[in-house]
T-cell receptor, first 110, second 116 residues
Framework: GESVGLHLPTLSVQEGDNSIINCAYSNSASDYFIWYKQESGKGPQFIIDIRSNMDKRQGQRVTVLLNKTVKHLSLQIAATQPGDSAVYFCAENMDNDMRFGAGTRLTVKP | NAGVTQTPKFRVLKTGQSMTLLCAQDMNHEYMYWYRQDPGMGLRLIHYSVGEGTTAKGEVPDGYNVSRLKKQNFLLGLESAAPSQTSVYFC???????????????FGPGTRLTVL
């Protein structure tokens, strides 16, 4: 999983740099994965998803990479902006059972 | 469209009190979910519903009950609140189940519940 205990992993980047947020998922049979963004005091917001038959999927400024061999998922954010500051977490699905990671806190420095 | 709304936004209860959290969605979604989010942990599914009049248990259902009398509403009840139920509760809805068909879950803003 992404974190243990009360403290989330953190990532601090400079505005304009690229961000890479990682997620280790637990079930090798999971067939669908989602990345969510959660801003302080708000509900999670869908960013991008990927199916297990794909290795890479691109959206607007975001790319998700899936490595099934090592059960690893990553979210790349290009040209990170202050509005990208949030907690990002991944979710894995198997047989309609969705499991969520705790997340990584991304802070963007101006 | 308001999307998914939750009431109340905050609530403080004493141990043993009961309350109901209301979730409403205006997207005509079939599926609705209740999650809890605790510090340092991922969302955990409490109960869900695959359509009006149906409910099913999720990962952590004990101490909670739900009802889906109308398609647009999903109620979460705590019959006798305990301090362990202090958490942030999120409701979500989706057109289908959140699986490989790509049915995105839309989340509400959350309800912060404290049980003393």
């Amino acid at each position: 999983g992404e974190s243990v205990g009360l403290h989330l992993p953190t990532l601090s980047v400079q505005e304009g740099d690229n961000s890479i947020i990682n997620c280790a998922y637990s079930n090798s049979a999971s067939d669908y994965f989602i990345w969510y963004k959660q801003e302080s005091g708000k509900g999670p917001q869908f960013i991008i998803d990927i199916r297990s038959n794909m290795d890479k999927r691109q959206g607007q400024r975001v790319t998700v990479l899936l490595n099934k061999t090592v059960k690893h998922l990553s979210l790349q954010i290009a040209a990170t902006q202050p509005g990208d500051s949030a907690v990002y977490f991944c979710a894995e699905n198997m047989d309609n059972d969705m499991r969520f990671g705790a997340g990584t806190r991304l802070t963007v420095k101006p | 469209n308001a999307g998914v709304t939750q009431t109340p936004k905050f609530r403080v209860l004493k141990t043993g009190q009961s309350m109901t959290l209301l979730c409403a969605q205006d997207m005509n979604h079939e599926y609705m979910y209740w999650y809890r989010q605790d510090p340092g942990m991922g969302l955990r599914l409490i109960h869900y519903s695959v359509g009006e009049g149906t409910t099913a248990k999720g990962e952590v259902p004990d101490g909670y009950n739900v009802s889906r009398l109308k398609k647009q509403n999903f109620l979460l009840g705590l019959e006798s609140a305990a301090p362990s139920q202090t958490s942030v509760y999120f409701c979500a809805s989706s057109r289908g189940f959140g699986g490989p068909t790509g049915n995105e879950q839309f989340f509400g803003p959350g309800t912060r519940l404290t049980v003393l």
